[in-house]
């Protein structure tokens, strides 16, 4: 079990995290991802690749037994650890 302790995430990274939380219920496509995290500007299939390593990474996850970030094979990816909201989030 990791210990808690506060971890630094580059801003992308965070996006991608507040992105995948926010739409935990379903799997969100690639492309949806990188219109939310980079806009008009045109990125490859790697560069959120990368993003998605760096944030299992940061959260302990492992893509080949996947507790919090899930990879729906050609389609996109899909926060699947629970997630739970708070009165500040229903306000």
Known sequence: MRQRR???????VMDLLIVLVENHRRCVPKSEL??????SVRVGNASLARLVTEL????????????????VHSRGYQFIAPVAATMNDLG
């Open 6 to 12: 506060p971890t630094r995430l580059q801003p992308l």
């Open 34 to 39: 990188q219109a939310k995290l980079w806009g």
């Open 56 to 71: 299992r990474r940061a959260l302990g996850d492992d893509s080949s037994n996947p507790r919090m970030v899930r990879t």
